[in-house]
């Protein structure tokens, strides 16, 4: 019995309705649970579905990928935009080193590189604010602090290194 047939493509969502399927599944020998096919496919609310029902925003493939690398490299900035206000980890790498952004970047969707690049400066902002407000921070939390920093600056050096190559 399927739940939802309003895609009558071969390859649309509607055989991952089916009753009883997980949601964490993977549907194919490829590793791909709905939320990729549904990230791949840009089916932002066949995504957003499986995110409300508890889809693991960052379940590799057999090639690494998560959601957000099936949606950056369709250039569905719908889906990036779900999965990053669900907490999707933008810097998680598939089995070539590449994030989203990079994906996103190589196949010419500017929009969506843009839009990743931004999230992460955001995000590098906020945890080095987080850092700079805490005056009594505990060794631990000193020592997260300090990597933080160092990770950011090697990012900066490697992301310099690659405007001056492009």
């Known amino acids: 019995m399927l ?15 089916e009753a009883g399927t ?3 599944l993977a549907a194919t020998a490829f590793v791909q649970s709905p939320a990729h096919l549904a990230a791949g496919g840009g ?3 066949f995504l957003l579905w499986q995110l ?19 949606a950056a ?5 719908e889906c990036l935009t ?22 996103a970047l190589a196949l010419g969707f500017l929009e969506c590189a843009q839009f990743l690049m931004k999230v992460k400066q955001i995000q590098n902002k906020k945890a ?19 990597r933080n920093r160092l990770v950011n600056r090697k990012r900066r050096r490697s992301d310099d ?3 001056r190559v492009m």
């Open 3 to 17: 739940l939802w047939d309003s895609n009558s493509e071969p390859h649309g969502p509607s055989p991952l309705l």
């Open 22 to 24: 997980e949601v964490n």
């Open 43 to 45: 089916h932002a609310f």
């Open 52 to 70: 409300q029902t508890g889809a693991n925003l960052n379940q590799q493939d057999w090639n690494g990928e998560a959601p957000i690398h099936k």
């Open 73 to 77: 490299k369709v250039g569905s900035l």
């Open 82 to 103: 779900l999965l990053v206000a669900s907490q999707a980890n933008i810097d998680l790498r598939n089995n070539n080193s590449q994030t989203a952004e990079d994906l």
């Open 128 to 146: 080095g604010a987080q850092c700079n407000f805490h005056t009594n921070d505990s060794k631990m939390q000193k020592g997260v602090c300090e």
């Open 161 to 163: 290194l690659n405007s």
